[in-house]
Structures are given as structure tokens and as C-alpha cells.
């Protein structure tokens, strides 16, 4: 009888291509794409991107959402628009001023959410909902400058920041961490996504690549390549 | 033919060696190049004058301004036609071809036309051919290829180019790397700007490259005294150690948009750039004389005499003259003799000596110098053998034998980026010049793009203009010395002949022009259309000041009022490969969790929205019988699903639906509408009480996004205290339904499933294999179902187990087609597809829904209107008799001829086995029994019968209650 597994939204895309597959908190995860040493060499060398849409998401949207961000990261409730805290394990983005993405480890969302209480804004666990991938290695800048109509230089869009926009025209949360970290609004444009980022990514050496590749960090900081 | 040697050393410039670095193929003839050369010049060296024949006329023709404007060196590469040679840098083995010329360039055919032409009418081809009909058709294909450009390679040789999309967002963007646009990029950044320099050569300097004119009053010290390419050698540099400047070359800027909006092109890339200023330093090109056989080769401007000197180390000619009124021609002069030409004659249009640097120079070298004259003719077949001159307003003086002759008779502004279709030039009595005027806010123009000036004053008015670009201030007002402006010539100084070109792109002559403003075209806007003057490869860079002066001359106003047409994109050529890029990022895709167990079971795919949804996985009717008869499954994961809780849930819910809620049970759901502000109801759905307080409301594929971001709208500006929650990515849902579906439900729940504990229009929390779902007693089917809501990442394994249990109970997967059958046959409405934009809820049959006598909500006042106004139509179900063809949707009622509806959804019932539908027709003919005439698209006619509800089958609804 089939399990009842966790999946990404790129399943499929990793059984046509025979990934290797382990599981994190129920989710089937990409460990690697056939050839982990090429794809370390990508992130050396051009770019690597990697599905992670495992990683626990909480929105957290309404009248008191500063206060219950707080309650996840003292200072939190003080952040400006389009700025995150956080460190390895927990980040903080604030989307909106009643408006919040908190991201953090895949096994302990719900250790988070216990924390929150509903007041007067709606706490959703968008943890399947929402498409999560990460871009990463020497050369990712120029896959983003192929693929966003707004500025995310770094001079436009500081380390630690986060900004809603569309890449390729999908609605995506883009959060400039130790990498880019991708979040689409919706799990259902993730393919699209995906297949459009590989696409004009060839040209700058963009590969396929699995968690093995980038460890998963959230920190605002450091540089995986 | 005899191949020019490069040349190793000049007086006045710098040349560096040049060692041969490879071939490529010109025609077949193998041609060397050496680093640094475009196509143009390598050809040029190897001894070819003739690059191409002309549009109509099929005239040889040569390189002409060796800046990439000309249509004179158009060439087809590798396949890619229409390219400019001279902007082309030479790679080893291309192939480059000649185009417009049969059987050879050298002999070409259709250079026939160059005599039978001007004997037909002017425009002839508006004219003449167009009786009898069939007659232009054909001949049309004919015209068209005799004065074609190149041909398309349709052999896919291209197919596989990756075009590319860029953005860039730099506070100043600086389109073209001359000195002013050097010294505008130095100054931005110095401003604290991040730079983008555009230039559409691959190095940078523009013009300044090859002039050797010494540098004078220049804000920058350092370069007074030095040759201007010396000096702009330092600027490159300094632009280039610039960290907050970042440098475009062989980037060719073609439109400059609305908000500081700019387009480039670098060969497969498009870059999209948003600037807060715009800087258009485009300088300009030299001035276009007509005279009779002004196109033939041989006849340079004086700065693609410098650049194939300066640039290319290759002298252009072996005995020049040169026709000037200013001191460059002089320039040219110097360095034609530097190069070993032999400069026949300069002939200066100007009676007095002027004070210019090189001028006396000149003279020091011994060349003649004939004042007051100009040229008003070329003579030669192939190209250049003599010229005549004479006085400006008097006849010939004399010919002089030659075979380069170089124009330099001031400057012509590019001014197509500041136009681009917002403004029109104006004369610049001043400056002599077209300028465009009042330039938007954050657009700036300087150096030569605004009238002629040396190298001191033109960096002066970069540093000026970046300055203020970086900072957001108006234009410096910028100004030119007096003795720096050169007189304009008067447009044609050619006294006679037919051959005057105006126009050589779309060779438009001067006589063309005069007939044309005869037939009435007298403005400049109607003559470019009847004539295609300015309409060809150059868009008009090189004759938009002739062809406006002209046109001014010959036309019924003062000379003075001429002006040329407003420029349009593109400012340069770009490729519908670059504007339109790749598939995959036209539009995107939504796919359910369960998309890929869909694509395994075979299902075919329709388009819902950006959807892709299963339409079905064998037939609908055959879907439609398994789910009449046994178990059946759909994914509907892309319904909207939103979840409203807080203090204010139920007030908020009376305010944005028409109904009532507040004895909604917990556990129970209902059915609603949702009406417009203006009336209309747009959506339905189910709203079902989950938890106290905590309401779950379900919404169409289509609207769902509209629908939730309306709801978000009304908490952010009514202030209810609601929190909303978006669940329709957070959750995947199924619905299983058939006579089999509460057996398989026993099965996969942990709940009891049986009518009693879970009945119809009912709602439940429970869990299939410990993982909780939202579970609903609803369906659109019309038999017994259950729909499951469960966390969108277990979507592939839910089905898959979905699947697997319900295998013993005969499931089948059903798409969104056989949905349609089956919702039809219950007479279910679809909003958007049996009700429109002006469907009011008691004409549609779902007035229940709407409970008016409650306080203020969305659409009340309408709807208050609407009872009033009473019904007109009505949304009736019929049947047809079996074996009558199905209608198609949207065909029209007919009443004795006359329409009284249309039909909105129209299907077989496999289980009915004839055809139902829903449809609008007038209320007089709704009643229960009412035959109504349905007109086919093939003009036959149906009869239908009207039924007395909505349902066709089971129509008191026992199945989906049982």
C-alpha cells in the first residue's frame, strides 16, 4: 500500500531524471542529481539550484502580526519592511508591516507554531503551499539579473533583505540570504519556475542539484560558494 | 580590383601593426582581415568598392559612412540577412554574401530598373497594376522581390540561438562613449550614480578616436595640449578603472520609453533598462549633400575617411577630393594626405578663409584649395571616376578627376532617442541644426546630439549633464561658441540631373519628392509615407535633415518651417528573435500536486486559466457512467478555498455575502452566492461552519485569486477584525463520488461515514492514514460524494493511495469535461459560462440565495433595484428528443425568426442518453413543456422542451442524499 509521503512540487522532475532521494520530516527530498562532485563543482564554478520547499514556512498576517512575530525573535515586531533576522535554524521576514514569512527548520514548525497565538491575525502553516528554492554558487547574480524586471542588486536589495516581486512573471517571495532564496506564493507555479531558471541559467553554468550540495542555512551571512 | 595596403605609419595618429588574423569568405572569395576589423574594412582593403545594389534602382553602391547607418553595406552572414558590414567584426570563416543582385553584383540584372523606372508614374506602384484584380497579387510578388532586402534562412539554421532577456538598473544610463558621454559617465558616478555606458561600437571614444585636433579649455587640465584621441584615451581609461561604472559596447541602444525606459540589443540579448536619467550622447553623423550620382562608390563622409584611416590603417583612395565649409574637411584632408592619398582638391563652400587649426595646415602641404564652391555632380558607372564642381548658386567650374571624394559639410544630430515619438525637431537657427526641444524629466541630451563642438567644450557639457543626471536636477543649459556652429549648405546643391538621392536607403531622389509635393503630399509626414523616404535601414539618420529641408524648399510653406517627422522605435535595427525571446518564459504554469499522476494515467490537458487540468482520461461519457454507476475521483485542488475566523467572521460574511449565516450550524455547509456591487452575481460556492466561528468558504478556479484579494480589500478598508486565511495552495482536494463512494469512504476514514452521522451538506475534520483532512458531504455531480481536503504535499501520495484503495471499488479518474456532463445533467450553473456580466440572481435561478431583508451588504441596492425592475430572462434547463444533434454553446433561441435567447451549456447525457442543456430565453417562454427552437451552426434547427427545474436527472436530489 503507498505511504502517504511529503513531496516537493518537483517530484516529477526528479523521477524523470532518477535523483537521489532522502527523506527529511516525511518529505521526499532530492539528496543529489546523479553526480554530487559536478554539482559541488557548480556551486564553485557557475550555480547550483536546489529545492528545499521542505523547510517549515509560517505567514503570519494581520493586525497584531508584529507581536506574535516577536514572540518567534525579540526584535522582530521592529524590523522595517522588506528586512529579515534570524539565524541558522529560524528567519523572520517582514513582507509587509502586517505581514510576515517565518521560515525555519522542516521538524520544527510545529514547535513554532505553538508559540504563536491567533489574535487578530490569521498564523497559516504554508509549509506544502508555498515552492522553496535556493540559488546559489559564484554565478547566481546572473541568473536573477536574467530573470527579475526589478532591481535585486546588491546595492538595490542589501544581504538580509526581502522583496516580493515576480521572476519570469511568477509571484515569488525573493529573500537575498547566504544565497537567493526563492519562495512562490503558490506551490503550483514551482515547475514553471524551475524550468524557466534552468533555462536561462545555461548559459551560466546553472545545474540541477540536490541538498547535499548547499547545507541549509538561513543565516543572513556567510556565502555557501 | 587591387588590394590597398595597410598602412603602417601616419604623421598625425598612432596606427598599431596589423597582422593578418584570418579569413573569411566574401562571395566566395577569400578575403584576409587583421584584429579589429569589421567586415566592412577587411572587404574595403581586399580592393572591393562595390558592397551592394541599391533598393529599387539596383545602383552599385560602397561604404559610405563606415558608422553602421548606411544601407550601403548590407550583407547576408552565415544566413543572417540584412547586417551591416561595417558593424560586423570579421571572425575567421564566416561566409558573407552579397544580397539584391542577380546573377552577380558586379552584373546585375534588375540594375534594368535603374533606366525603366523613371519613366513610369511617380509611385507608380500605387497606381498602376491594380486592374484587373487578380493582376496586382501577382505582380506585387514580383516588385517586392526585385527590390528586396535578403532573403530569411528558413533552413532552422538559426533555430536553435538562445535569445536572452537582461534588466539593469542603474541611476544613470549613458548612451554612446564619446567624450561627452565619457566625461557625463565620470561625472554620474562621481555624483555618487551607479553608470551604465552604452556604446554600439566594441571600443569605446566615438569619433574622437581618430581626430587629432588639439585638446583646448578643457575642465580636465591634464588633456589641454593633447591630440583629442590621446585625451580620450584617458578618459577610457579613467571610465574603465570606474568601479560604479559598468560598459556596454556592441550594445545598440533602439528605444528610449516612457519613464526613463531603455531598450538594447547585444547580439541574442535584449537588455531592459530602468535609469532614474538617461543621458543620449548619440553625437552625430556627418551632414547628407544631394547632388546628382551622390550615391555612387567612392563618395565618403569625412569621418568614414578617418575611421578607415584611423581605425583601419587603410587609405580609402588614391586621389581625393575633399567638399567642406568648416575646418574638419580640413582635418579629413590632413589626414588623407598623412595616409599617402593625393588630395586633389578641397572645395570649401566658404568665400574667406576660416580660423581652424588645420586649415592653413593644409595649405602649408601644398594642397589646393578652391573657396567659394561646392560639388554639383559625380560622373562614373561602377564607381567614382570624377567630380564637378562650381559656385553654390552658379554653374559648373570644372571637373577633377578622383576617385574618393569625402563630404564634410558639418554635422547632422542623431536625435532619434530623444524624439522617439514624443517630440518633433525644430530648426536651431543658431546652431544650424535640428535639436528636439523640451526633452522629459530625467532625459538629457549632450555633446554633439546637440550641434557640432571641439572636444574641450563637448566634455564639458558631459561632465555637466552626468552631474545633473546623477542628481536629479534639470539640463545645464549647455551652449555652443559661436565660431564652432557650421553653416548649413543649402540642402541640394546639385543644379540638374535625376539621380539626386535623398533618400539612399529606399532610393528616393529629389525629383521623386518634387512630384509627390505636386500630387499634393506637401507635408512631411504624408511624403515620407507616399515615398518610404526615411523608411529604410537608417531609419532616417542619415536624410531626415535633408529630406525635411527639401521637402521645405519645394513644398507650398517657408523654408524655415521644414521639419522632419517625429522618430520612431526602433532607433536601431533589432531582431524579432531579441523582442520576442524564449517560449518558456511567455507563461507560466499552475499544476496541482497531482499533476504528474495525471500525465501517468494518460489524461489529455485543457487550459484553465494558467490551470492545466485533466479535461479527460478516456471519454466523458464513459467517465460520466462510472461515476453514474460505480466510484469516480477528480482532482479539484484548484478550487479557491479560504478560511475566515475572529470576532468579526460572521458580521464580515453578511456584509460580502447576500445570505445568512448565523444559524449555520458547526458541521454544516451551505450553498451561496456572491454578488457584485452592482448586482451581478459572478461566483458560488459552499460555505461551510468548520469549527465555532470558523468558517470555510470554497470558490471557483477562476475567480479564486480575484476572490480572495477582494476579500482582503474589504477587511483592509471596512476595518472588521477577520483573520483570512489563504488555504487554496495550503491545501489539495479531491472529490470521490458515486453510488460506491460511502463503502470506499468506510474504508479511508476514521470517521462514520454513514447518512445518519454524516449527511448531506455536512462537514467534518477527520484523517486517512493519520494525516488530517477537511472533509465535505458535497458534490457537483449529483450523486453521493465526498470531497477531501488534505495538505497540498501529499497530494501525489494521497491519489496514489486514493487510487490503490479504491481499485476493489472499480474508481475511476474522471477530468473536468466529464464534470460539465455530469454537473449539466444536475443543472448546476458554472458562473462566467451560463451567467455574464450582467446576470442578476433571480434571473439565474439562484434568488434563494439571497436574503435582502438583513442589513446593508455587498450589492443590496442593486439587487432592491432588480426585484423592482422584475425578470426579463430566465436561465431555463431543456432536453432534446434522442437522437437529435447536440447543440453547440452559444448558439441562439429563435422565436418565428426572431432571437429570444442562447443556449450557455449544451451536452450528451450518456445516462439520459439525448441532449441537455441551460440556456437564456425570454421569461414569457420559460414555463415547464415550451418548445423552443435551437439554431445549429449549420443553420439547421433542434427542438428542445423546457423542464421544470434545473435537473435533468434525479431531480428531488435523492442519490446525492442517499
Not at chain 2, 469 to 480: D, E, N, S, T
Request: net charge neutral.
Amino acid at each position: 500500500m503507498t505511504a502517504l509521503v511529503r513531496r516537493s512540487p518537483l517530484a516529477a522532475h526528479y523521477r524523470a531524471r532518477k535523483a537521489a532521494i532522502e527523506k527529511i520530516d516525511d518529505w521526499e527530498m532530492v539528496r543529489h542529481c546523479g553526480d554530487p562532485e559536478a554539482e559541488r563543482r557548480a556551486l564553485a564554478e557557475g550555480s547550483v539550484l536546489v529545492d528545499w520547499s521542505h523547510i517549515g514556512k509560517i505567514q503570519i498576517r494581520g493586525r497584531d502580526a508584529a507581536e506574535q512575530a516577536e514572540r518567534l525573535w525579540s526584535g522582530a515586531a521592529d524590523l522595517a519592511r522588506s528586512n529579515a533576522v534570524g539565524d541558522d535554524s529560524l528567519a523572520v521576514l517582514r513582507l509587509a508591516p502586517d505581514e510576515f514569512l517565518v521560515l525555519c527548520e522542516a521538524g520544527r514548525r510545529f514547535e513554532h507554531l505553538a508559540r504563536l497565538e491567533e489574535g487578530s491575525s490569521a498564523i497559516c502553516d504554508c509549509s506544502g503551499a508555498l515552492g522553496a528554492l535556493l540559488l546559489a554558487g559564484t554565478r547566481r547574480d546572473e541568473v536573477i539579473e536574467r530573470s527579475a524586471a526589478m532591481d535585486l542588486s546588491a546595492r538595490a536589495l542589501a544581504l538580509g533583505s526581502v522583496v516580493q516581486t515576480t521572476l519570469h512573471t511568477i509571484p515569488c517571495t525573493v529573500y537575498r540570504a547566504s544565497d537567493w532564496d526563492l519562495y512562490l506564493q503558490a506551490r503550483d507555479y514551482t515547475e514553471s519556475l524551475y524550468d524557466a531558471l534552468m533555462d536561462v541559467g545555461r548559459g551560466v553554468g546553472l545545474v540541477a542539484a540536490g541538498l547535499a550540495c548547499v547545507p541549509a542555512s538561513l543565516r543572513a551571512g556567510g556565502d555557501h560558494a | 580590383m587591387r588590394t590597398r595596403e595597410r598602412l603602417a605609419r601616419h604623421p598625425d595618429l598612432p596606427l598599431r601593426e596589423r597582422p593578418v588574423a584570418g579569413h573569411f569568405s566574401f562571395d566566395g572569395r577569400r578575403v584576409p582581415f587583421c584584429e579589429g576589423d569589421t567586415v566592412a574594412s577587411a572587404v574595403c582593403a581586399s580592393g572591393v568598392s562595390v558592397f551592394s545594389r541599391s533598393f529599387k534602382y539596383h545602383r552599385p553602391r560602397g561604404i559610405y559612412d563606415a558608422h553602421g547607418f548606411g544601407a550601403e553595406v548590407l550583407v547576408t552572414i552565415d544566413g543572417a540577412p540584412n547586417l551591416l558590414a561595417d558593424r560586423v567584426l570579421a571572425s575567421p570563416g564566416i561566409d558573407v554574401r552579397t544580397q539584391n543582385a542577380w546573377p552577380s553584383l558586379r552584373f546585375d540584372v534588375m540594375a534594368v530598373n535603374d533606366k525603366v523606372v523613371p519613366l513610369l508614374p511617380n509611385a507608380f506602384y500605387y497606381k498602376m497594376f491594380h486592374k484587373p484584380k487578380w493582376l496586382w497579387p501577382l505582380l506585387e510578388k514580383r516588385l517586392r522581390a526585385a527590390a528586396g532586402l535578403g532573403r530569411i534562412d528558413a533552413s532552422g539554421r538559426d533555430a536553435g540561438r538562445r535569445y536572452e532577456k537582461r534588466y539593469r538598473f542603474p541611476d544613470v544610463c549613458v548612451i554612446g562613449a564619446g567624450p561627452s558621454g565619457l566625461s557625463a559617465a565620470l561625472a554620474a558616478a562621481a555624483a555618487g550614480g551607479q553608470v551604465l555606458l552604452i556604446e554600439r561600437f566594441d571600443a569605446l571614444g566615438g569619433h574622437a578616436v581618430h581626430d587629432v585636433a588639439k585638446v583646448r579649455e578643457c575642465r580636465d587640465a591634464s588633456l589641454n595640449g593633447l591630440p583629442s584621441h590621446a585625451a580620450v584615451d584617458q578618459l577610457i581609461r579613467a571610465v574603465e578603472a570606474n568601479p560604479d561604472i559598468e560598459i556596454l559596447t556592441g550594445t545598440s541602444v533602439f528605444g528610449v520609453y516612457e519613464d526613463n525606459y531603455v531598450a538594447a540589443e547585444r547580439g541574442a540579448d535584449l537588455f531592459k533598462i530602468r535609469a532614474h536619467g538617461v543621458i543620449v550622447a548619440s553625437g552625430a553623423s556627418d551632414r547628407h549633400l544631394v547632388f546628382e550620382n551622390n550615391d555612387l562608390p567612392g563618395i565618403m563622409t569625412g569621418r568614414a575617411v578617418e575611421r578607415l584611416i584611423g581605425v583601419h590603417g587603410i587609405a580609402p583612395g588614391e586621389r581625393a577630393v575633399v567638399v567642406t565649409n568648416h575646418d574638419g574637411g580640413y582635418h579629413t584632408a590632413k589626414l588623407l594626405a598623412g595616409a599617402g592619398v593625393e588630395v586633389a582638391a578641397v572645395v570649401d563652400a566658404r568665400e574667406e578663409a576660416g580660423a581652424g587649426e588645420f586649415e592653413g595646415a593644409v595649405a602649408g602641404l601644398g594642397i589646393r584649395i578652391v573657396r567659394g564652391q561646392t560639388i554639383r555632380a559625380a560622373r562614373g558607372r561602377r564607381r567614382l571616376r570624377s567630380v564637378k564642381i562650381g559656385a553654390l548658386d552658379g554653374a559648373v567650374s570644372e571637373a577633377i578627376g578622383c576617385d574618393l571624394v569625402a563630404i564634410a559639410v558639418g554635422f547632422t544630430p542623431q536625435l532619434g532617442l530623444l524624439s522617439m515619438g514624443r517630440s518633433r525637431p525644430r530648426w536651431d537657427a543658431e546652431r544650424e541644426v535640428f535639436r528636439v526641444p523640451d526633452l522629459p524629466r530625467g532625459l538629457y541630451a549632450a555633446g554633439e546630439v546637440n550641434g557640432a563642438a571641439s572636444f574641450g567644450p563637448l566634455c564639458q557639457e558631459g561632465w555637466e549633464t552626468g552631474e545633473a543626471a546623477a542628481r536629479g536636477l534639470p539640463a545645464p543649459p549647455g551652449a555652443r561658441r559661436p565660431e564652432e556652429n557650421i553653416r548649413a549648405l543649402p540642402p541640394d546643391v546639385g543644379c540638374d540631373g535625376s539621380k539626386r538621392f535623398i533618400c539612399k536607403c529606399m532610393d528616393v531622389t529629389r525629383k521623386e519628392i518634387q512630384a509627390s509635393i505636386a500630387e499634393g503630399f506637401d507635408q512631411i509626414e504624408t511624403l515620407k509615407r507616399l515615398t518610404s523616404m526615411g523608411m529604410g535601414r537608417c531609419q532616417g539618420k542619415t536624410c531626415y535633415e535633408a529630406g525635411a529641408r527639401v521637402a521645405a524648399i519645394d513644398g507650398p510653406g517657408e523654408a524655415e518651417e521644414g521639419a522632419p517627422a517625429k522618430f520612431r522605435p526602433p532607433f536601431a535595427p533589432v531582431s524579432l528573435g531579441v523582442l520576442a525571446g524564449r517560449a518558456p518564459h511567455l507563461v507560466p504554469v499552475r499544476r496541482t500536486p497531482m499533476h504528474d499522476c495525471h500525465v501517468r494515467a494518460g489524461a489529455s490537458f485543457l487550459a484553465a486559466g494558467l490551470w492545466k487540468r485533466p479535461e479527460t482520461y478516456t471519454s466523458a461519457q464513459e467517465e460520466a457512467m462510472a461515476v453514474r454507476e460505480g466510484l469516480g475521483i477528480i482532482d479539484v485542488s484548484t478550487l479557491g478555498k479560504l478560511e475566515l475566523s475572529g470576532p468579526d467572521a460572521l458580521p464580515f460574511l453578511h456584509f460580502m455575502l447576500p445570505g445568512k449565516f448565523a444559524k449555520l450550524a458547526v458541521g454544516r455547509v451551505r450553498y451561496h452566492t456572491m454578488i457584485g456591487e452592482d448586482g451581478v452575481v459572478y461566483e458560488d460556492g459552499t460555505i461551510a461552519h468548520i469549527e465555532p466561528g470558523r468558517y470555510f468558504i470554497s470558490c471557483t478556479t477562476g475567480n479564486a485569486d480575484a476572490i480572495r484579494n477582494n476579500f482582503w480589500w474589504w477587511i483592509t478598508t471596512e476595518g472588521y477584525d477577520v483573520r483570512l486565511r489563504n488555504l487554496g495552495p495550503v491545501l489539495a482536494a479531491v472529490n470521490v463520488t458515486g453510488p460506491r463512494a460511502r463503502e470506499f469512504a468506510r474504508e479511508i476514514f476514521d470517521i462514520d461515514v454513514s447518512n445518519e452521522a454524516f449527511p448531506y451538506m455536512a462537514f467534518r475534520f477527520a484523517h486517512i492514514e493519520g494525516v488530517r483532512v477537511h472533509l465535505f458531504r458535497i458534490g457537483f455531480t449529483g450523486e453521493l460524494a465526498y470531497e477531501i481536503h488534505f495538505p497540498a504535499e501529499y497530494g501525489e501520495s494521497m491519489w496514489e493511495y486514493l487510487m490503490e484503495k479504491g481499485r476493489a471499488h472499480g474508481i475511476t479518474p474522471f477530468g473536468v469535461e466529464t464534470q460539465r456532463v455530469l454537473r449539466l445533467e444536475k443543472g448546476h450553473i458554472l458562473p462566467g459560462v451560463d451567467t455574464d456580466a450582467l446576470t442578476s440572481p433571480y434571473e439565474a435561478g439562484v434568488g434563494f440565495t439571497v436574503k435582502d431583508d438583513k442589513a446593508d451588504f455587498l450589492g443590496k441596492a442593486f439587487l432592491a433595484q432588480q426585484r423592482e425592475r422584475g425578470i426579463r430572462d430566465r436561465l431555463i434547463a431543456y432536453r432534446l428528443a434522442p437522437g437529435d444533434p447536440i447543440p453547440n454553446d452559444g448558439v441562439v433561441l429563435l422565436d418565428a425568426g426572431r432571437v429570444i435567447g442562447r443556449v450557455t451549456s449544451s451536452r450528451r447525457s450518456p445516462v439520459l442518453g439525448h441532449g441537455i442543456g441551460l440556456a437564456w430565453v425570454e421569461k414569457d417562454r420559460a414555463e415547464p413543456g415550451t418548445a423552443i427552437e435551437i439554431r445549429l451552426v449549420d443553420g439547421r434547427s433542434v427542438w428542445g422542451t423546457v423542464l421544470a427545474g434545473h435537473a435533468a436527472y434525479d431531480p428531488e436530489g435523492e442519490r446525492l442524499r442517499s
